[in-house]
């Protein structure tokens, strides 16, 4: 169904702007899987995200062993990883990767596994958790965005990834939707 | 002459190849084990233990009990903490407490316990409802390593603070360092907390079931199977309940896609509890 792409997004709390324009850019009809890990605590409230990102029509928490199905946006869980897992999504309760569970790297890491099929999405964030597995995806054949560290409300991640891939395409949130849609053979509505 | 082609995707098929290995040198079955999280876990060994492929570990580890050893705790490690998901435990004293009441002695089976962590906590919230003394616990898991862990019931003294918020927020009746006294090596949680439990090793994936419980948790196991082995997993539970016993998961796991759902009806869906339909 989704014919093994998958578009994974990772951002810290203050990348809920960016990750709403992303997802509003990409319309209700993209015809691929997009998960997404925001850097959230142990309690954090999945209606506070979803009032965040109301751009979103199909914004779902993922559960293990869900599958992975187009025109839906799964947000990782508090306090487990989210990883790809072939045609589903898997969870798992491994230790933090730099203090974050859900991590960035292994959401990267785990798409990275579909080789040419994995997109990832970098957006604004602090720290290192996310540069490594965007690194893992470009190294296996997948593409990498980022967002322009310019219109990013934490500068630190995108920085260090647009500095540790040189192919990285580095774009605002919206600019990265368009691209993604074309990407994707369609042109939005 | 042609070049020769090639198909796959030659780390998973060299995954699949160590997985072999691994259950033909020493009987231990992980080939149902969902994909994303072994491999994550087998390429972590990789690593650790300073080789640069995953043939490379299969070939030291069917040489080398010592490598097997390594991998099967990286491989049943799971990283839990006491009273993890409060609104959880809150459920059990609520939902489940007043009907395991009614009973004069209550089986109860964690499997799947890990380091013992919620072993503990169901014995603090069980010694606070006032039953701990009728129940017998059986808490399992397939690494006898981490069970000697379990036995022990010495946790970081760091993880406290946190411990003892979710503990409160979980209702606790009592002030949580009244169930442990700070040492050297960490808190160290009192003996009378383990009287009831038995810590044995047992493998949900391949062997069959050993009694009757009221309640079984198994909470963030079951995430690290394949669809098919989840359901054989979860179709041993369903016989190792007593009719009307409960079943309580992991927090962001579920019944409802999986074979063998059908033996279970919602008790709150939300907190993952079921009860075996009679």
């Given at each position: ?16 702007d960016?990750?709403?324009?992303l997802?509003?850019g ?7 899987p ?47 990883h ?71 409300g934490?500068?630190?991640l ?10 990285a395409?580095?774009?605002?949130p ?16 | ?36 999280s072994?491999?994550?876990?087998i ?14 570990l ?68 069980l ?39 979710n ?87 579920s ?24």
């Amino acid at each position: 169904m989704t014919g093994g792409r998958v578009v994974v997004v990772g951002c810290s709390a203050g990348g809920l702007d960016a990750l709403d324009g992303l997802l509003g850019g990409l319309g209700e009809d993209f015809p691929w899987p997009v998960a997404v890990v925001i850097h959230r605590g142990a309690d954090s409230d999945f209606d506070m995200i979803r009032g965040a990102l109301s751009s979103c029509a199909r914004l779902l928490e993922a559960e293990d062993k869900t599958s992975l199905s187009a025109r839906a946006v799964f947000i990782a869980p508090p306090d487990y990883h989210l990883l790809i897992d072939e045609d589903r999504l898997a969870l798992s309760t491994e230790a933090p990767s730099h203090h974050a569970r859900p991590s960035i790297d292994v959401l990267f890491s785990s798409a990275a596994a579909l080789g040419g099929g994995a997109v990832g999405v970098i957006l604004s964030g602090g720290g290192k958790d996310g540069c490594a597995g965007a690194r893992e995806i470009a190294a296996r054949g997948g593409l990498v965005f980022v967002q322009d560290p310019a219109t990013a409300g934490s500068q630190d991640l995108p920085r260090a990834a647009a500095a540790a891939l040189p192919a990285a395409r580095v774009l605002p949130p919206k600019g990265i939707a368009r691209a993604l849609v074309l990407l994707a053979g369609g042109a939005k509505p | 002459m042609r070049p020769l082609e090639a198909r796959g995707d030659p780390e998973r098929i060299a995954i699949g190849l160590l997985l072999e290995g691994v259950f033909q040198r020493y009987g231990y079955d992980f080939r149902d084990y969902a994909p994303a999280s072994l491999r994550r876990r087998i390429l972590a060994r990789v690593e650790e233990e300073g080789l640069a492929s995953v043939s490379a570990l299969q070939e030291r580890i069917l040489a080398d009990p010592g490598s097997m050893a390594g991998l099967l705790g990286k491989i049943s490690i799971s990283v839990t903490s006491m009273f993890r998901d409060p609104g959880f435990y809150a459920a059990l004293r609520r939902d489940i407490v007043p009907y395991l009441k009614t009973y004069p002695f209550i089986r109860v089976w964690h499997a799947g316990c890990a380091t013992g962590e919620e072993v503990y906590s169901l014995a603090i919230l069980l010694h606070e409802e006032g039953i701990l003394p009728r129940c017998r616990i059986y808490a399992t898991d397939i690494n006898e390593a981490v069970l000697e862990k379990a036995r022990a019931g010495i946790f970081p003294l760091s993880a406290m603070k946190q411990y003892t918020d979710n503990h409160l927020k979980s209702g606790g009746r009592r002030p949580f360092s009244e169930y442990y006294t700070a040492g050297y090596d960490g808190a160290i949680f009192h003996s009378f907390l383990r009287e009831n439990v038995v810590f044995s090793r047992h493998d949900l994936a391949r062997e069959a079931s050993f009694n009757e419980f009221n309640l079984i948790l198994c909470r963030n196991t079951l995430i690290y199977f394949n669809p098919k082995l989840q359901g054989r997993a979860l179709g041993l539970l369903a016989k190792s309940l007593a009719p009307n016993g409960y079943l309580a998961l992991g927090s962001r796991e579920s019944l409802h896609s999986c074979d063998g759902a059908d033996a279970f009806e919602d008790v709150d869906a939300r907190q993952r509890i079921y009860r075996r339909v009679a």
